[in-house]
T-cell receptor, first 115, second 111 residues
């Protein structure tokens, strides 16, 4: 079946612009996660949704970062007034549940470059 | 969260077995051991997980030490497509839902 889909695959923006990154999770997956991956590092957690509820946003680096999942399926990560340090790959993952035996399924990410 | 330690890099020859080690000396009784891998320009991919017993699936085997302070991911016949960063991650049933990635092991497969 279809996996997690992220768009755009690549995004180039000028410093100060706002960007929006989209994630289409696997159908029926109630849990959705956003991660940020800097070059040469492992992914780092940003935020977590269960259905439409954002249950954890402790990893968001600043109030310029905002995520939503209004209907409990597609999610959007928005970054306002982008800065160069926001350049990274943004990964979305979904899972059927959050139990410790439930694997997360990742998209291939959006590579964001801020000029 | 309990921490894992992995070698930064390993090499293997194609069609030979690969043993990727992970140390987790502070593991708790409720921590599951998960392995993910990340191929170049792709998102992480689930490989296998276990709690106490050794596990096998179509991708790999997971050998867990009797004291659970270490584990080994075994690829039985490495192929060039197995070249990736392999992450060993502990997931506690009672705490955070997200995955906490370390820096992983970069596996190079030589033809």
């Amino acid at each position: 079946g279809a996996g997690v889909s992220q768009s755009p695959r690549y995004k180039v923006a000028k410093r100060g612009q706002d960007v929006a990154l989209r994630c289409d999770p696997i159908s029926g997956h109630v849990s959705l996660f956003w991660y940020q991956q800097a070059l040469g590092q492992g992914p780092e957690f940003l935020t977590y949704f269960q259905n439409e509820a954002q249950l954890d946003k402790s990893g968001l680096p600043s109030d310029r970062f905002f995520a939503e999942r209004p209907e409990g399926s597609v999610s959007t990560l928005k970054i306002q007034r982008t800065q160069q340090e926001d350049s990274a790959v943004y990964l979305c993952a979904s899972s059927y549940g959050t139990g410790p035996g439930r694997p997360q399924h990742f998209g291939d990410g959006t590579r964001l470059s801020i000029l | 969260d309990a921490k894992t330690t992995q070698p930064n890099s390993m090499e293997s020859n194609e069609e030979e077995p690969v043993h990727l080690p992970c140390n987790h000396s502070t593991i708790s009784g409720t921590d599951y051991i998960h392995w993910y891998r990340q191929l170049p320009s792709q998102g992480p991919e689930y490989v296998i997980h276990g709690l106490t017993s050794n596990v096998n699936n179509r991708m790999a085997s997971l050998a867990i030490a009797e004291d659970r302070k270490s584990s080994t991911l075994i690829l039985h016949r490495a192929t060039l497509r197995d070249a990736a960063v392999y992450y060993c991650i502990l997931r506690d049933a009672g705490s955070a839902r997200q995955l906490t990635f370390g820096s992983g092991t970069q596996l190079t497969v030589l033809p």
